[in-house]
């Protein structure tokens, strides 16, 4: 059976599924919107379900801890989609917060506030930080743990300071979602101008 490519997201509040909605439907991908909670609702076995049942893809998936120190439920739904035998994973989102260092992840590359690609991790605000290829974040305990092609780090998702909102496009997430598939060589390109933009939502 053909493998499934996702993109994971390590935030699943109603800004970023707002934003990663729209990314979603501007790229041609698919967004499990059900996916979004604050911690994450679904279990891993459910959330593949839905993944294998989506049109298309690339499929992208919400993960949340809500804060939960160590792997709360949200990581386990992600370790389980990661590994899961009729998955791809394409990349992931490390969605920075004000953890304090008490959870942090190596990334390959970061996006900061201002769409630039940084060697440096990112702050929830979506400004550079002092260490480079790291970010302190939320639900990013186990990514290091995974064999994820590129790990791009990212401000809080749909937020920054307005500039991430989904009404504008979401351009900061899109950016990295944008270099994600490139790097994968899966870049479907903006829909075509006058064709209806399918939100990409899988209840």
């Not at 839905?50 to 739904?77: N, S």
């Not at 702050?123 to 002092?130: A, F």
């Not at 790097?183 to 399918?198: L, P, T």
Request: glycine share 12%.
């Amino acid at each position: 059976m053909k493998k499934r490519r996702v993109i994971l997201v390590t935030d699943g509040d109603e800004f970023a599924c707002q934003a990663i909605e729209r990314v979603a439907a501007d790229l041609g991908g698919r967004c499990i919107s059900c996916s979004q909670g604050n911690p994450t609702k679904l279990s891993g076995e459910q959330l593949v379900e839905l993944i294998l049942k989506t049109p298309h893809d690339p499929v992208f998936v919400m993960f949340d801890d809500c804060g939960a120190i160590g792997e709360g439920a949200g990581e386990e739904a992600l370790r389980y989609v990661a590994t899961h035998e009729q998955i791809e994973v394409l990349g992931a989102l490390a969605v920075a917060s004000n953890t304090h260092r008490r959870e942090w992840t190596k990334v390959h590359v970061s996006i900061d506030r201002d769409g630039l690609i940084t060697e440096y991790g990112v702050d929830k605000e979506g400004i550079r930080d002092l260490d480079v290829g790291r970010i302190n974040g939320d639900t990013v305990y186990c990514l290091d743990q995974l064999n994820i092609p590129l790990v791009v780090g990212i401000g809080d998702i749909g937020k920054m300071g307005y500039r991430d909102n989904a009404k504008n496009g979401a351009p900061i997430t899109r950016k990295a979602v944008e270099l994600i598939l490139e790097r994968s060589g899966g870049y479907a390109g903006k829909r075509e101008e006058g064709k209806s933009a399918d939100r990409g939502e899988t209840r």
